[in-house]
């Protein structure tokens, strides 16, 4: 199982801090899993202008090609403007159409207030049912005060990911074994 | 009047038309007000990474310059991955928190499916909304079929994108007129 | 002008208690207003079966009639299952399509928490925006904790609401001027 | 395995009819299958008064019981003014928080006009992951033209209703499997 876990903004760091939570947990508790965390700060990308993502250089075809090759994705985003961020989008709008078909996905959002819990429901679940993603419903959504220093300071939040794990791991294996399934039955 | 009209995309050409068609009918109708097209593909913007928008140099700072100065805007998107564009996306995340706050925002939208013709209302409103732009409830959805070699063919595209200008114009006009009134009551 | 408050839940007081309180202030500071209060509790409604509002009876048909007749709507409703009522939706159910044309609507929404700030947003604006009502982007949003025993114990809830009411007679009065002086322009 | 099958209208035909194709596919390829179908035009259907669904008598009462039982829910609904009708919102309304736990669910949509086909996306996935149904993304979107005197003629649609109604078992199925996989681990 390739899991890529995506931090989705270039600034701050509590999306950062909250996805490397997640990623030592599913380091920790499946460790067959081949897990990669693709923090957007580090990587230099430019805005789709329409071509197939595999016709691009340098990071941006790197950062894309990891996603596609992924089974699964956590997906780590900041609220900007009541939605994610205009880079995490981008990264979406590389991707092809249909681009996470057969891909698990689940979220991480880190915000300032509880106004905008609804926003991941309403403005990203849309984006990735679009893009054929199989979504685990429930999210994980963190406060700024559950964060101190680049750690989440909050046991309950640090409980909720590790199940987040948990359901995204068992989501995963579901839909590869209906798939498994689907194939042995059509080779008799 | 300050108009900015903003091309939301870097690809293709289709919203690049339909602006250029309200500006050209702005242009004609309301000989006093001041517009600006801006045309994303022809600026080279940074991604936000938290700064204030008058911190930023070059395009980037140009860009969001001319759109916090402006009374009303006419924003043209096309619809990728079930939303705009991170490039668009990436000019709000620019922008201050409110910082449409007075302006009056209309929507001009191209698409390759009447299936996405909600996705101005659930994905653009909300975001203009809590920037507290006043916005022009009815948009005008394009789809590429009304288009041939940078002309709108559609007749009734063309109608409706004048009603929005006026609609735009009007809306503007009132808010310019509630506020002046609010003045004139507390100065005295 | 003719203003109708409804009071959108069959259940509980707190919705009722705010949409009250925001009539009163409506008697108060527009004393030629015509105002109208409608407590679903009240009425006996009949589930819209497709038939045309003026061919119900007795209190769907007087609530509808109502309805239509308003310059104005403040629209007041909890949240139930992170949408709107079914009895709320039921009188949109009712009316005819683009029922709402000339109307402007403001939105009161009592909840249980902040988590569900947006509900009004992405699941009531875009069903008054159908129906082509002249929205007032900002809304009231009042917890639980802000009331004891049918009253608002939290002033800031008070403020706001009074200054919705402001919001909307002052946007009703302006678009009905500007409506007012088109037609006198077409008139030559 | 109890399916639950509801026609979610009180007014029109084509609803039930997708729904009836829906529930004699089931009947035909899961014999094992104990189907019901719910058509809420059959029956006289109370507002939800806030009570415990099982504190209602008759129809109100019997139709959330019947609900509460399922394992997966197929829900055939039209669209009333940009969004689910009353009718439907009630039913849920009765049911408690989170009334849809351990239920897979998924959608069967008839409308218009292919500009409402993002609507069971926007107001209707958001009410069904609040009630915590696992549910199954892909929905099937009919519109008025693929109906003829009660019979769908349009035979894609009839195939996509088919994949539903399989990609519902298969994920109700798959699931129930890992959750006693999951118990038979804690048991130990």
């Not at 202008?49 to 090759?69: A, P």
């Not at 995490?88 to 959002?109: Q, T, Y």
């Amino acid at each position: 199982m390739k899991v890529v876990a995506i931090a989705g903004s270039i600034v701050g760091s509590k999306t950062k801090t909250a996805i490397q939570y997640a990623t030592d947990q599913l380091l920790d508790k499946y460790p067959d899993a081949e897990v990669t965390l693709l923090d957007l700060a580090e990587y230099d990308m430019q805005f789709s202008d329409g071509r197939n993502y595999l016709d691009y250089q340098g990071d941006t075809k790197k950062v894309t090609e990891t996603i596609m090759e992924a089974d699964a994705l956590l997906i780590g985003t900041p609220i900007f403007q009541a939605s994610i961020p205009g880079s995490l989008k981008n990264i979406f709008d590389l991707l092809p159409v249909g681009g996470l078909e057969g891909k698990v996905a689940s979220m991480i959002v880190t915000a300032g207030s509880q106004r905008h819990y609804l926003i991941p429901e309403q403005q990203l679940k849309p984006i990735l049912g679009y893009m054929k993603a199989q979504i685990v419903q429930s999210y994980v959504y963190i406060e700024d005060v559950d964060f101190y220093r680049k750690e989440i300071t909050n046991d309950d939040v640090k409980f909720r990911i590790e199940r987040l794990v948990e359901d995204t791991m068992t989501l995963a294996r579901t839909y590869q074994r209906i798939l498994e399934e689907k194939e042995a039955e059509y080779d008799f």
